[in-house]
Structures are given as C-alpha cells and as structure tokens.
C-alpha cells in the first residue's frame, strides 16, 4: 500500500477518539474522566504534529531552516502540557484550537513541494475536523455548567 493511503487511512483513524470522547462525554453523564481523557489525547497529538514539522523543518533543503518553526514546534506540546494544570476548560480548548490553527500554518509553510499538495489537503481536512470537535466540546461543556 502507498504511503499516501496509509497517511491518509491513519490520519482519519486518528479523528475517531476526538469524537468517541465526545459521545462518551454525554453518555457518561459529563464525566470529568472523559475530559481529561480528551485534553490528554490533545497533547498527544499535538505533540505528533509539532514533532512532524520539527523533523520536516531540520531536513529541508533551504539553507536557513525556519528557527521560529523549530522553536514553535517545541513550544506547542509545553505549552500544551501546562495547559493540562490549569483549570478553565475554555482556555484550554481556546489554546488547542489556536495551536492547530499554528501547525496549519506552518504545515503550509514548510511543505512547499508540489508534491506534497496531498499532504496540505489531508492536514487541513482533518485540522478542520479536529477544530470542529474543539467548538463541539467547548459548547458542551458550557451547556453542562448551565444545567
């Protein structure tokens, strides 16, 4: 199998705990478990992502490779860690989204070759729907706090 397919089948499996925690979230009653859980797997692949663009940003061919990519790169998942010890769950999710929002763009950035422009459509596919589960969970918690 290419690796195109593999990449593509693996990035799509990797939306489904996004969204099983979502269901799991309302089918355990809010369970505070769930959340952790979800903020949790938000690092892991934040990590994933942001230790992809380092790799990528040290192999390029440019002579100068982009130090603020590599510094964001490793800024992200730290950030992303101690975000796990704070206690407002709007920020968090309004962090992750922004830190998906960033390694969008420095994706586009650092893929450049014309053959990756598979690679560029698929991140922004599943960069939409990893966003799209962060607005899910911080309306639902909301919802929660209100009931």
Known sequence: ????KIAQILGYLGLIPFYLLIILFFYTGFNQSVIELY?????IILSFLCGSLWSK???TQEANPRTFFLI?????PIIAIALDFYEN??????FYIVFYFMTGIMDKQIFTEKNNDWYLIL???????VILSQLIYLI???AHSFI
């Open 57 to 59: 940003t040290l192999n």
């Open 1 to 4: 199998m290419q690796k195109k």
């Open 123 to 129: 991140r922004k596919r599943l960069n939409f729907f």
């Open 89 to 94: 769950l709007n920020i968090k999710i309004i």
């Open 39 to 43: 903020f949790f797997y938000n690092i």
């Open 140 to 142: 639902s918690i909301n």
């Open 72 to 76: 964001l790169s490793v800024t992200i």
